[in-house]
């Protein structure tokens, strides 16, 4: 009787439905905000975006291609699982290897806009990983490859067993989670380092840009609150469909 007790009934299904719905309807307004906010911080309060003949606008693309990638492709990827969970699994494992595949993409291109701005600085190279935020950076963007070939090899190769892949799940679902949240605080530090730098002792004076600045931080605090209540809430996870449990059972 328990049993019967637990299952909800139709109007929880679709109260809860409308609510899984808002949260990815808002996910996806957080998202693509931060990437408006960004691009017109880099765009027009940074002067715009060149590469080699430039190097200083070429380090705008560092933080547009960043949050781009590790930040709103990302989120995406992680919750492709909760959006399509009434799909067969191998189209849902090919987009959420496919939109990972693409945040490499952004970040290695956003990776090299800011070595090349320190590199190749006309005043003389300005050293390379010294501060908080690229130490996050960089462990951010190591432990996402490695999470990435892992997780490729994995659940999308056929040699690994049922047994391999139930026992790795949690592990790569909590470095998932995990790894977003560090790339979100990555980028915090990251805006606070540049707003600092280039505003100075204006950034006390709430002008124009040090307000974006500032709006675009809680932007991301809000995608990051979003993204990790989609995922960690169990009314919101894939439930194996019938075929897929018929070939569990025979494996």
């Known amino acids: 009787m328990e049993k019967y007790d637990s299952i909800p009934s139709l109007g929880e299904q679709q109260t809860s439905l409308r609510v899984f719905t808002f949260l990815v309807v808002l996910a996806q307004i957080f998202g693509l905000t931060s990437v408006v906010l960004v691009a017109v911080w880099m765009g027009h309060f940074r002067e715009g975006f060149a590469w080699h003949d430039n190097v200083t606008k070429e380090f705008n693309y560092h933080p547009l291609f960043m949050i781009i990638g590790m930040v709103f492709l990302y989120g995406n990827a992680i919750i492709a699982y909760r959006i399509f969970r009434n799909d067969k699994k191998i189209y849902i494992k090919l987009l959420h290897a496919g939109l990972q595949a693409l945040v490499l993409v952004f970040t290695g291109v956003g990776l090299k806009a800011v070595f090349d701005s320190h590199n190749l600085n006309p005043k003389g190279p300005i050293k390379n990983l010294y501060s908080l935020h690229s130490w996050l950076g960089l462990t951010a963007t190591v432990l996402f490859g490695v999470q990435w070939i892992l997780g490729f090899v994995t659940f999308l190769l056929p040699w690994c067993g049922?047994?391999?892949?139930?026992?790795?799940?949690?592990?790569?679902?909590?470095?998932?989670?995990?790894?977003?949240?560090?790339?979100?605080?990555?980028?915090?530090?990251?805006?606070?380092?540049?707003?600092?730098?280039?505003?100075?002792?204006?950034?006390?004076?709430?002008?124009?840009?040090?307000?974006?600045?500032?709006?675009?931080?809680l932007f991301l605090v809000a995608l990051a609150m979003t993204v990790t209540f989609i995922v960690v809430n169990p009314n919101y996870k894939r439930q194996p469909l019938p075929e897929e449990e018929t070939i569990q059972l025979t494996q």
């Not at 799940?169 to 977003?180: D, E, L, M, Q, T």
């Not at 915090?188 to 840009?209: C, H, I, R, V, W």
């Open 162 to 217: 049922s047994q391999i892949r139930a026992f790795f799940k949690p592990i790569h679902v909590y470095f998932g989670a995990g790894i977003y949240l560090l790339a979100i605080a990555t980028a915090l530090t990251g805006m606070t380092e540049k707003a600092n730098f280039a505003l100075g002792a204006d950034y006390q004076k709430s002008t124009p840009e040090g307000l974006l600045v500032n709006v675009l931080g």
